[in-house]
């Protein structure tokens, strides 16, 4: 089947299609409202779009994404400089970020270690990290990695890595989630739960 509407519309849908999350039904329908109010959504959309294209930055000390270097979390003095947050990525450390949980700093590796995607240690921004660690203001290490095998993988050599430094490792604790049902949960989250118990 044909195409059912001009080049622009078409180049639209297929940009819109390679965001995660979205497959080409989500994609026409994406375009659809977004030609629709091109004066509330498309015109702002797109400037917004184009000054994050010229005016975003990745931070050289964390590796976070924002319009300064450093970055706004690397420049606060109210921080905590001596607990880094390891992250997989940027939108890990936004979520730690709106949980404010973690007062001190971070660094997002830029990935995960994958045997299957060809993807080693020289990928990542691990040595980046270790020179942080060794730079005798990092007392600790939070590893918040995925509960994955990937990421599994990377705590474990990250952890081994650091280890050297003399830093203090540590992982954030997995288990039952704040308000989540037993029945709900699978057999993976209710053994980590388990082994990670603590006295009541």
């Known amino acids: 089947m044909g195409a059912t509407a001009g080049p622009e519309i078409e180049r639209l849908i297929a940009l819109l ?3 995660p999350g979205m497959g080409p039904r989500s994609a026409r329908r994406a375009a659809l409202a977004l030609l629709k109010k091109r004066e509330q959504l498309l015109g702002p959309l797109a400037d917004a779009m184009a000054t994050a294209r010229d005016r975003v930055l990745t ?3 964390c590796g976070a994404l924002d ?7 690397c420049s606060d003095s109210e921080r905590d400089a001596t607990l880094l947050c390891v992250v997989e990525e940027v939108g890990a450390m936004w979520a730690m970020e709106r949980a404010g949980a ?3 700093r971070y660094h997002v590796l830029g990935g995960l270690l994958s045997a299957l995607d060809g993807r080693g240690p020289e990928a990542l921004r691990i040595n980046d990290l270790l ?4 730079d005798g203001v990092v007392r600790e290490a939070v590893l918040a990695l ?3 095998v990937d990421g599994q993988t990377t705590a474990h050599y990250v952890a081994e890595r650091l280890g050297a430094s003399g830093v203090s490792v540590t992982m954030l604790a997995r288990g039952v989630p ?14 980590q739960a388990m082994r990670a118990r603590r006295p009541a």
């Open 102 to 104: 973690f007062k001190g």
């Open 178 to 191: 704040v308000g989540g049902d037993l029945d709900w949960l699978d057999d993976g989250t209710i053994a």
């Open 131 to 134: 020179t942080r660690a060794g």
């Open 146 to 148: 995925p509960a994955t």
């Open 17 to 19: 299609g390679k965001l």
């Open 67 to 73: 319009t300064s270097d450093p970055c706004t979390v």
């Open 59 to 61: 931070c050289t000390t």
